[in-house]
């Protein structure tokens, strides 16, 4: 089967076709504001005036007629862009008479993982702008084991940099300043049972501009939040006794957050997976390929219940693979 998938959650449209071994080919675009962060309206704005465009350049590379189903991004993410998604989708999904598929986009960060590297059965830590989660399958449902309280880590770095006067997306201008880092200033560690919190962090962060060089203090706020997601991966582990580790989300392509973890697993006898960076971060791969999924496991999305869901769960999805 050949499933497209429409990603566009948050600030990149990405739209991909694959079948059950490949990712066939993939169109995106991303949002990138002029100044500060992502404004849900503008990324909207954004999204619906690319979206013919990609359309055309994913249709140019594959056949339509090849497609057996569509599948989109249903939750969670900023709702303006969700909509647009969700409403491209809905009518390709009627033009070429094809099975419409809700994903969940959590879901489609961990499945492309397992797709990608043959993890089995892993914790999974997952990473980006707006989540932070301690993720893994019990029985017919993935549970979330850990979470952030405020901010997502992505989110945390992408203040941090812009205090810097940095342009968005900040998580690579961090880790390249982190490199430079020679003194470790403490910042609050705040791990609460298996959740955490990373605002408080980024506040202290701020107020040390006036007496430390910048990358002592990107060093250091790595070096902590990545701790305290490590500490907490290592808890689940520890907890549900598995062998695996699996890092997804955008900020999974940090190579400082990989060797910690790396660390971790080697001294605890597991072993640490993570996809090609090209799909950590929010692509249409994961989408189509989480649709095709389900679609051999009997889901499709009715498009009466096509209906945008800004804070859709992972434990709300039924497993059935």
């Excluded at 492309?112 to 029985?139: C, D, E, H, M």
């Amino acid at each position: 089967m050949n499933v497209l998938g429409i990603e566009g959650t948050a600030w990149n449209l990405s739209i991909a076709v694959v079948n059950e071994n490949e990712v066939i080919t993939v169109a995106q675009e991303a949002y990138i504001p002029k100044e500060g962060g992502i404004h849900p309206r503008e990324a909207s704005q954004h999204h619906a005036e690319k979206m013919p465009s990609l359309i055309k350049a994913i249709f140019d590379r594959f056949p339509k007629e090849k497609i057996d189903a569509i599948a989109f991004s249903q939750g969670p993410g900023l709702g303006p862009c969700l909509r647009v998604t969700a409403t491209a989708s809905r009518l390709l999904a009627l033009k070429l008479k094809k099975p419409l598929i809700g994903v969940n986009h959590c879901l489609a960060h961990v499945e492309v993982g397992r797709w990608k590297t043959n993890a089995k059965n892993p914790v999974a830590l997952y990473v980006s702008g707006g989540n932070s989660q301690v993720i893994a399958r019990r029985g017919n449902r993935y549970r979330v084991f850990g979470e952030t309280l405020d901010i997502g880590i992505g989110n945390a770095i992408d203040k941090l940099a812009r205090s810097f006067g940095l342009q968005h997306p900040g998580g690579p201008k961090i880790e390249k300043l982190a490199e430079g880092g020679r003194r470790y200033y403490p910042l609050p560690y705040v791990v609460k049972g298996m959740d955490f919190s990373f605002s408080g962090m980024v506040t202290a962060a701020q107020k040390l501009k006036e007496s430390a060089r910048i990358e002592d203090i990107a060093f250091s706020f790595q070096e902590t939040a990545f701790a305290m997601l490590t500490e907490v991966t290592e808890r689940a582990l520890a907890y549900l006794g598995y062998d695996e580790v699996l890092l997804v989300g955008g900020v999974g392509v940090n190579k400082r957050l990989q060797k910690m973890l790396g660390d971790m697993c080697e001294d605890r006898g597991a072993k640490l997976y993570y996809p090609p960076s090209e799909l950590m971060g929010d692509n249409g791969a994961m989408i189509a390929y989480t649709g095709l999924l389900m679609l051999k496991h009997g889901y499709t999305t009715p498009i009466e219940e096509s209906f945008v869901k800004p804070n859709f769960r992972i434990e709300e999805v039924e497993i059935r693979w």
